[in-house]
């Protein structure tokens, strides 16, 4: 989706996402001539290493949905440990951040909980539940990190992907009520909704 006017670029129809059919997929595009400066994408692996592969100069920006939901359900509704209960804390802020300013004082809370609490983490028994919640989040804010906050700097750059992900239910929504088609009616179907929701302009760029 171009998330500038939320026109539709273009769309595939696969079992689930993986590495191949997005690499196909994306060099597909890529051929056609899609070459985008920026990409706002959510923490799927397999997805992300193509996007890097096809489009190297490209820049990705982390979902922050996706990554606030993804940390909170790890650390879960009631954290165990006061260092849960604290970084579920410094992730509820975490899209809510609309300046410079904000963003650094979220890095540097971050920081300081990494900090106080990283050797305690890692003297959790490895098997325990607390271990595993801390560690999973901490790598997934580690790791996310460098590309969370370019649409701070960019304007055209967008946070989350709530466009993609709302069309997405209206879709399935929709599908619903034509359960029971086959595949090739599947694809059809969603290739009109589609042309239908751009306003039947649909086109590939």
């Known amino acids: 989706m171009n998330a500038t006017n939320q026109k539709i670029i273009a769309h595939t129809y696969v079992h689930k996402e993986s590495f191949k059919d997005s690499y196909n997929w994306f060099m597909n595009l890529k051929y056609q001539g899609l070459n985008p400066v920026f990409i706002t994408t959510d923490g799927e692996r397999s997805v992300i290493r193509a996007m890097k592969l096809v489009w190297p100069g490209a820049k990705l920006q982390r979902c922050l949905y996706h990554l606030q939901r993804e940390g909170m359900r790890w650390l879960r509704t009631y954290p165990k440990t006061e260092a849960g209960k604290e970084l579920r804390k410094i992730l509820s802020q975490l899209s809510r951040i609309k300046t410079i300013q904000e963003r650094d004082t979220f890095i540097h809370t ?23 919640d801390l560690q999973r989040t901490v790598i997934l804010l580690n790791n996310a990190l ?42 059809q179907y969603i290739r009109w909704y589609c042309y239908y929701q751009n306003g039947n302009k649909y086109q590939l760029f």
Request: glycine content about 4%; charged content about 25%; aromatic content about 14%.
């Open 110 to 132: 971050y920081s300081n909980w990494v900090d106080r609490y990283g050797k305690y983490i890692l003297s959790l028994p490895r098997t325990t539940i607390a271990y595993k």
């Open 146 to 187: 460098p590309d969370m906050f370019h649409y701070l700097t960019d304007s055209n750059v967008h946070a989350t992907t709530n466009a993609l992900e709302g069309f997405h239910s209206r879709l399935k929504a929709d599908y619903r009520r034509h359960r029971g088609l086959t595949k090739e009616h599947r694809i």
